[in-house]
């Protein structure tokens, strides 16, 4: 047997007991199409988290901000693959990046940033700030001299 496979038994065994063709139903099907749209969704907004985490672990941006990237980046995903015109594969992929899902996005990209220390916190200047900090030697400074 060529390379048809099961579909098309399957098509030509319902086109000749039926006296119609279903191959236009079978060309005109969606799910690679969505299947397709649906990866590229993924595969643009995924790096988009991995520079997020990096970002937080560097201390560049803050817990919150952080969080706020992702949690902007989940909603375009739900709205993207939600979309009716989706269907099966887009619901799919909400599911498989679902906090539990096979490829869990949240346990990944979230739950690093929720649990570990902040390092942007961590970069607070002491009391007073750099400028507070200086300002008492500065007054001491200015008053010597006037003297």
Do not use: H
């Not at 990046?97 to 970069?123: K, L, N, V």
């Not at 400028?131 to 030697?137: D, S, V, Y």
């Not at 007054?139 to 001299?145: E, N, V």
């Amino acid at each position: 047997m060529s390379g048809l496979g099961f579909p098309w038994v399957a098509a030509a065994a319902i086109a000749a007991s039926t006296g119609s063709s279903v191959l236009p139903l079978w060309f005109n099907r969606r799910a690679p199409g969505q299947k397709v749209d649906t990866t590229l969704i993924v595969n643009e907004t995924e790096p988009i988290l991995i520079r997020n985490l990096a970002e937080f672990q560097a201390g560049r941006i803050s817990r919150q901000a952080a969080l706020d990237v992702f949690d902007q980046a989940w909603a375009y995903i739900r709205a993207a693959c939600g979309d009716a015109a989706m269907g099966n594969p887009g619901r799919a992929c909400i599911r498989d990046r679902q906090a539990g899902g096979r490829w869990d996005w949240f346990a990944a990209y979230r739950t690093p940033i929720e649990t570990a220390p902040d390092p942007a916190a961590e970069m607070i200047l002491p009391a007073g700030g750099a400028a507070g900090g200086l300002l008492i030697p500065a007054a001491l400074i200015a008053a010597a001299l006037m003297l």
